[in-house]
């Protein structure tokens, strides 16, 4: 399938499978510009997964616990205080809360989940 415009450049679509195709952009005197491969598929369970992470015990009084994270994570008040930060290389990390005034926090693992819990 071809298309052209008024800018003397031509569109080419070319199916390899339902689900992958090639679409370049060439000039009409053949200078090819660009080439995009498109590879369609689905997200499901086989090929993608997100396993959240999880922040157990709620309340605490001495140590939160985090399983399934493996980045960074910050501990703030509700004023964005940031009180603790580190990063959780292991499959399950201990976070010594135990200097942490009684209250509401929030911590923050990789900048994408967010999970506030009540330190006693």
Do not use: C
């Not at 703030?76 to 201990?94: C, I, P, R």
């Amino acid at each position: 399938m071809y298309f052209s415009n008024q800018q003397q450049h031509v569109i080419a679509l070319s199916n390899i499978a339902s689900s992958h195709f090639y679409i370049r952009v060439t000039r009409e005197n053949g200078i090819q510009l660009l080439t995009l491969e498109v590879i369609m598929g689905s997200l499901d369970n086989d090929n993608f997964k997100i396993e959240a992470p999880i922040v157990f015990p709620n309340p605490v009084s001495d140590f939160l616990v985090l399983q399934n994270s493996h980045g960074f994570y910050t501990i703030f008040d509700l004023t964005g205080k940031v009180h603790l930060s580190g990063q959780a290389d292991q499959t399950e990390v201990y976070i010594d809360i135990r200097e942490l005034p009684q209250g509401m926090y929030i911590i923050a693992i990789d900048e994408n989940w967010f999970f506030k819990f009540w330190k006693k």
